[in-house]
T-cell receptor
Framework: KAGVTQTPRYLIKTRGQQVTLSCSPI?????VSWYQQTPGQGLQFLFE???????NKGNFPGRFSGRQFSNSRSEMNVSTLELGDSALYLC???????????FGQGTRLTVV | AQTVTQSQPEMSVQEAETVTLSCTYD???????LFWYKQPPSRQMILVIR??????QNATENRFSVNFQKAAKSFSLKISDSQLGDAAMYFC???????????????FGKGTKLTVNP
């Protein structure tokens, strides 16, 4: 059974640009959550999608957005990148009635 | 809002010895889940152990066990017979059962970096 797949693994962008990150959950998982991990703030919840609907949202500016497709794959988009957006972005998926969240290996975003 | 605190930024242990990582949390809820996740240099978060708040019995998974003290809001992880492969960042996490829409949002502590010395 394939795990959670995040692409790309590494990304370098310039301030002001926008970026799209992708997450393919484990087959059968309908919930996808996104987290931002930085040395200073630790792991912070961005948002969660379930059956193509945003179910919860963290305290991030509107530049951070996401969506989920009918096959449960999810994308997150960050517009007008700032240096402070440099982070590891982790995606997690879970079965609808499950407890455990399974994480991908993350996308390392560097903004220069 | 719930908070999770890990007071030990770094810990070290000798191979084959036992180490305990601390975690405290703040919540007004009576039912919730608690987790310990491990993040090795590969960056992938791996679930180590979980505890349901309604269960009084402490969870155990092979060499990993927890000491869950609900009244004290404490959830420590004990690693017995430490192995070199246990070296990683360890995160304590809280999941509410009352998040909007049944959300599975996790609230994480800042982590403890565990070094295992040969």
């Amino acid at each position: 059974k394939a795990g959670v797949t995040q692409t790309p693994r590494y990304l370098i962008k310039t301030r002001g640009q926008q970026v799209t990150l992708s997450c393919s959950p484990i087959s059968g998982h309908r919930s996808v959550s996104w987290y931002q991990q930085t040395p200073g703030q630790g792991l912070q919840f961005l948002f969660e999608y379930f059956s193509e609907t945003q179910r919860n949202k963290g305290n991030f500016p509107g530049r951070f957005s996401g969506r989920q497709f009918s096959n449960s794959r999810s994308e997150m988009n960050v517009s007008t990148l700032e240096l402070g957006d440099s982070a590891l972005y982790l995606c997690a998926s879970s079965f609808s009635s499950g407890v455990e969240a399974f994480f991908g290996q993350g996308t390392r975003l560097t903004v220069v | 809002a719930q908070t999770v605190t890990q007071s030990q930024p770094e810990m070290s242990v000798q191979e084959a010895e036992t180490v305990t990582l601390s975690c405290t949390y703040d919540t007004s809820e009576s039912d919730y889940y608690l987790f310990w996740y491990k993040q090795p240099p590969s960056r992938q978060m791996i679930l180590v152990i979980r505890q349901e708040a309604y269960k009084q019995q402490n969870a155990t998974e092979n060499r990993f066990s927890v000491n869950f003290q609900k009244a004290a809001k404490s959830f420590s992880l004990k690693i017995s017979d430490s192995q070199l492969g246990d070296a990683a960042m360890y995160f304590c996490a809280y999941r509410s059962l009352y998040e909007q829409g049944g959300s599975e949002k996790l609230v994480f502590g800042k982590g403890t970096k565990l070094t295992v010395n040969p």
